[in-house]
């Protein structure tokens, strides 16, 4: 801790404000939410403000980082001694490294176009105020996750990222779909939470800390089921905040909070905390190469079932919700592989953050046009009326699709490279995943702004306010040219945090893997211009595809885990309960009543007659007395 | 002598505890404890000639003080009692016992 | 020194017996008074015993402030609840006879069989420790060894006597009436239903006795009850039957007036302060006087 803190003293002092990274959004959020509605005015303005401020200090200290040494980028800022006890102490301390660094411009960026965006889409909602300052409040928390130098501190942004989500899902509470999806969020993330909690747990018993640098210093000598343990753990724990199968459930369920906050929360940034969480602990799964495989199967099924899902909703959220899934699982492939794929897990995260941005502000743009609709079958041909919405959406699709030479076909193609490197299923499960990619993106694509307009006569789609389309289009342009930018650099960048191989990644390089995986996106977007080209009925037919009504059900897994969980939970609670009310109570009661009968007889003696009570000492006395003379005498 | 003396205080505060019992006047029930007060004046008075020693004369001196000024206040609550409830039967104080309906009159 | 020893064992021998009587006596007479009057004879008798164990100062002690305090405000309250108040002695809870015999007997047995021999080995004596004076060698221990319980003894009759007014104090809740708001009562009482104007009879005025259990009489006889004192009738003293105070009465008023009659008792009745009779309201003046005066108090 001493040398960290000589580090930091060394360090520029930019770093020694990097507080400021988590206390301007925090201070926005409390004056929003103490001020009341006097702050109405304001809120918007102080909203973006809350999470700009970061971005502008963020964009410094990676410029300085820049400017400094390969060995000097990392630092920890000791804050204060957050806790001390006996043999050790938890200090709160950020850690500003080439991970977190990125994780902080991706959410500060990413948030403040969406921020702006929302100032457009929320300004006639009577709660915006309360909107912001709760935005503000993930933003503060999810920037004490990924920039905490601890497990422990991490678990406080966790947990904070888990509430501002369940209070943004319910935001609108008169909704009771929001209000259960927003339970259904939080009581899942709970299950992920445990998780996370026993790997901190067993870390103290272990090291006696959970600050990164103690755990991946000390993980060697911890023998060979310490890891395992902390490896599963820890993947419960990303399982349930980045939507992994089975612990999905809630992602669908929380399209029903407001478009932007499932664009910044549930797109670009909680979600991603799994993810984070997985390639910070690399030196854990290191070591535990059955909870990495594990991993990567975990991944590899959410890919090809969050894709699954994908093209048979109807509702535009959720076919991005799953895909978001989907997407979510090449994440934790790529993590799983261990050092080949985890600097292309970041970049991938990094890409998918800023196009499923751009793709979910779309959808809210056109969703906005038309009033609140979200069904697909009644759009279509709205690319005549919200031409810039349709613009930018084309530059999402092209890069979630992985159109060669955008941020998603560098990104994506490297894990699937990876992916067949380390084993010839996992890749084929990842290419099966972007043709299902493609197919249903595409889908998406024509149903929304393409063919006849199947809207009602009294909707009137329009064109969003420049508000609104400035962050759609910059979060394009970054869509498309994203990937350039990082391919060569981010392995390089990334290597001294997280342990990854650097492999040569040139611009253009023709290798058969690549050739497969584009030859599976072709495939893809093919079959859907086939199935979809020709113009959908206005009031299209229910299918009778069982595996479309399967998909469309998601695979019945909610009903799994109703079944196996949630009702034999409700019979425990029932059965604890009647023990409670026959046993327990019942023997309590017998107590109270026992001791009501004793001193009803009891009560006799207390006549409250001053001469029986003296009575009583005299035969004390008496009794005493011939103890003592009794005691003498012998 | 001595033990003819102390069997005599013995008795004469034996004679004060059962006057104690038996009585339902508070003003009798005083005279017994001074009863017992003095029976131990005795036995004080009586170990002072056996052992030499002034101390228990002077223990004895003491018990008067206490003596006199328990009877002060002791009177005083059996005037005032008497003031508030008309009677001074001691069964009829029954106010700790709780009960309902214990007290013979309101003490208002 | 045997004549000593002999006159100590004759004073002993003659006092134990009297002492134990008296004890007796006090605990089981059923009149306090009797029972007040037995404590004093008790005390008297002990102060001689603690004269025969070379207690001079004790025995005056004993003499002045039981005799002649403790037992003074022993009878002083007696006089005011009531003295000739007497108690049945018949006992009402259940069993508690039994509690005392086992009670007073065991603890008498267990007693004397504790102190019996107590005492080994020869009596010291006082006449050494009570060589300069048997009151000033007490005072040499009250005054240094014990000088500190003298203290807190003093402290505490200063405290029982502050508690004591405090006890016997009663708060006033209504505002102080004086002569001049008493008087103007009256007057108002007499202007509006004719009430006597003239001062209240005391008890026995015009009774048969001057006793104060005897109420005083009105005119044509009517008894005033209120004459009475309260602490009488709360004590539930029995005042003789009223026809056995009235015929007398009546005899008596017409030995005074043979020829007048009734007018010459209203004139009497109407002399002390020489208001002249009202014409009509003579009958109602003698209600007045008769009845219930509680307007008055």
Redesign the interface.
């Known amino acids: 801790m001493l040398s960290l803190d000589i580090i930091a003293m060394q360090a520029p002092v930019i770093f020694q404000v990097s507080w400021l990274l988590i206390a301007v959004p925090l201070l926005v959020a409390a004056v929003l939410l103490l001020v009341g509605d006097h702050a109405n005015g304001v809120a918007p303005l102080l909203g973006v403000a809350g999470v700009a401020i970061p971005l502008g200090l963020a964009v410094t200290l990676l410029v300085t980082m820049l400017n400094l040494g390969e060995q000097s980028r990392a630092v920890t800022v000791s804050l204060y001694e957050w806790m001390s006890f006996v043999g050790g102490g938890v200090s709160f301390a950020l850690l500003i490294d080439q991970l977190s660094i990125l994780f902080v411009l991706l959410i500060t960026g990413v948030g403040t176009l969406i921020f702006i965006y929302s100032c457009g889409y929320m300004a006639d909602d009577p709660g915006r105020r309360r909107f912001f300052a709760l935005m503000n409040l993930f933003i503060a928390a999810m920037l004490v996750l990924v920039l905490a130098d601890s497990y422990l501190l991490l678990f406080v942004g966790w947990e904070g990222v888990g509430l501002a989500s369940y209070l943004l899902i319910g935001f609108w509470q008169h909704k009771v779909s929001a209000s259960l999806a927003a339970k259904k969020a939080f009581m899942v993330n709970k299950v992920g939470d445990l998780g996370l909690f026993a790997a901190i747990a067993l870390m103290f018993t272990q090291f006696g800390s959970s600050d990164f640098h103690a755990v991946n210093a000390r993980m060697d000598s911890s023998g060979s089921v310490v890891p395992v343990i902390m490896g599963f753990t820890l993947l419960l724990a990303a399982l349930a905040k980045s939507a992994q199968v089975p612990l999905h459930t809630w992602l669908l369920d929380a399209m029903e909070g407001p478009t932007p906050v499932s664009a910044l929360i549930h797109a670009a940034t909680m979600v991603t905390a799994g993810i984070y969480l997985i390639v910070r602990s690399h030196a854990i799964f290191a070591l535990a190469p059955s909870a990495s495989l594990t991993v990567t199967i975990v991944g590899a099924v959410t890919i090809f079932v969050g894709a699954w899902i994908g093209a048979t909703k109807d509702d535009i959220k959720k076919v991005l919700a799953a895909s978001t899934m989907s997407q979510l699982g090449y994440l934790m492939v790529a993590a799983g592989l261990g050092p080949v794929g985890a600097a292309f897990a970041i970049f991938h995260l990094l890409a998918h953050g800023v196009f499923k941005a751009n793709l979910f502000l779309g959808a809210g743009s056109v969703m906005h046009a038309t009033g609140g609709e979200t069904d697909m079958r009644v759009f279509g041909r709205l690319r005549r009326v919200l031409p810039w919405t349709c613009l930018a959406f084309f530059c999402g699709y092209l890069a979630i699709i992985g159109f060669p030479l955008t941020s998603g076909f560098y990104s994506k193609d490297h894990i699937i490279a990876a992916a067949f490197e380390q084993s010839m299923v996992t890749g084929v499960a990842l290419a099966v995943g972007a043709a299902l990619t493609a197919l249903y993106m595409t889908r998406l694509w024509l149903l929304t702004f393409f063919g006849a307009s199947r809207w009602d006569e009294d909707v009137k789609p329009h064109e969003s306010s420049s508000i609104m389309v400035f962050p759609l289009v910059i979060l394009g342009l970054a869509s498309l040219g994203g990937g350039v930018a990082l391919n060569a650099w981010i392995q390089g960048w990334l290597q001294p945090a997280i342990g990854n191989d650097v492999i040569a990644a040139p611009l253009i390089e023709l290798t058969w893997q690549s050739e497969v995986a584009f030859g599976a996106v072709t495939l893809g977007v093919l079959t859907g211009w086939l199935l979809y080209r020709r113009p959908l009925a206005v009031q299209p037919s229910a299918t009778t595809n069982p595996l479309v009504r399967a998909g469309a059900n998601e695979l019945g897994l909610n009903q799994a885990i109703d079944a196996l969980i949630v009702r034999p939970g409700w019979a425990l609670t029932s059965a604890v309960g009647a023990v409670e009310t026959h046993v327990i109570e019942a023997g309590i009661d017998g107590i109270g009543s026992c001791a009501t009968r004793a001193s009803q007889q009891l009560h006799r003696m207390?006549?409250?007659?001053?001469?029986?009570y003296?009575?009583?000492v005299?035969?004390g006395?008496?009794i005493v007395?011939?103890a003592?003379?009794i005691g003498?005498w012998l | 002598m001595t033990s003819e003396y102390l069997i005599l205080s013995a008795v004469l505060f034996c004679i004060g505890v059962g006057g104690v019992l038996i009585r339902r006047n508070p003003l009798v029930i005083f005279m017994s404890i001074e009863l017992m007060l003095n029976a131990a004046n005795l036995a004080l008075v009586t170990f002072a000639r056996a052992r030499g020693d002034l101390g228990g004369q002077a223990g004895a001196f003491f018990v008067m003080v206490c003596a006199a000024a328990e009877v002060v206040v002791g009177l005083a609550i059996i005037v005032t009692v008497f003031r508030s409830k008309r009677s001074i039967d001691i069964d009829d104080m029954t106010l700790l016992s709780g009960a309902p309906g214990a007290e013979g009159g309101s003490l208002a | 020194m045997i004549a000593m020893i002999a006159l100590d064992a004759l004073t002993f021998w003659v006092s134990a017996p009297l002492i134990v009587i008296f004890a007796l006596l006090t605990v089981l007479s059923r009149k306090t008074v009797h029972a007040a009057l037995s404590l004093c004879a008790l005390m008297v008798a002990l102060g001689v015993l603690y004269a025969s164990l070379q207690a001079p100062f004790l025995f005056v002690a004993q003499i002045i402030v039981y005799t002649g305090s403790v037992m003074m405000i022993f009878l002083f309250t007696m006089m005011l609840i009531g003295i000739d108040s007497a108690e049945d002695l018949k006992e009402t809870l259940a069993g508690h006879r039994v509690v005392t015999a086992v009670g007073v007997f065991g603890l008498a047995g267990l007693l004397v069989f504790a102190v019996a021999g107590a005492v080994n080995g020869p009596e010291v004596g006082l006449e050494e420790a009570n060589a300069a004076g048997n009151a000033v060698g007490i005072a040499e221990l009250v005054f240094s060894r014990y000088a500190f319980a003298f203290e807190v003894a003093s402290a505490m009759v200063v405290v029982a006597a502050i508690g004591a007014m405090i006890l016997a104090h009663t708060e006033r809740l209504s505002p102080r009436r004086r002569q001049r708001e008493l008087l103007e009562e009256r007057l108002r009482d007499w202007a509006s239903d004719g009430a006597d104007l003239g001062p209240r009879p005391g008890p026995g005025v015009y009774a048969r006795h001057n006793s104060i259990e005897y109420p005083a009489l009105g005119p044509h006889d009517a008894v005033v009850a209120e004459s009475i004192s309260e602490t009488l009738v709360v004590r539930g003293s029995q005042s003789p039957p009223v026809s056995e105070m009235v015929a007398p009465a009546r005899l008596a008023a017409a030995q005074v007036a043979p020829g007048g009659g009734a007018a010459t008792a209203q004139t009497a009745q109407t002399g002390p302060l020489g208001r002249p009779p009202r014409a009509a309201g003579t009958a109602s003046t003698a209600r007045a006087i008769g009845a219930d005066r509680k307007d008055r108090r």
């Open positions: 207390q006549g409250g007659n001053v001469r029986s003296a009575g009583v005299v035969i006395t008496v007395v011939a003592l003379v003498i």
